[in-house]
């Protein structure tokens, strides 16, 4: 069961990652860039050291989601503010 979760977070942390990264414009990528070096920094643990049987799994799955959140609500806001003043302007 815990597999399974852990599992389940894993991929939508993989998922939020890949959409930012798939909608991010060029003229984006500057402004959240920052946050998203935060992210590759709580993901190398993962992709160096950790396995399943390793201690902290939990805790890497953590930081990994709540970074992942972070970039991708900013994105988000970015897009939203964008739409707005798009729509003022036409």
């Known amino acids: 069961d815990t597999f399974r979760a852990w599992t389940g977070n894993l991929d939508l942390i993989v998922n939020m ?4 990264l798939s909608s991010l ?3 984006e990528k ?3 860039d920052p946050y998203l070096a935060k992210f590759d920094v ?6 160096e050291s950790l396995n399943w049987r390793s201690d902290g799994v ?4 953590g930081e990994s989601m709540e ?12 897009k939203d503010n964008l739409g707005a003043v798009q729509d003022i302007v036409n």
């Open 17 to 20: 990652n890949n959409s930012v």
């Open 25 to 27: 414009l060029p003229v």
């Open 30 to 32: 500057p402004l959240v």
């Open 42 to 47: 709580a993901i190398q643990p993962g992709l």
């Open 58 to 61: 939990s805790e890497f799955i």
């Open 67 to 78: 970074q992942v959140k972070v970039v991708h609500g900013i994105l988000k806001t970015m």
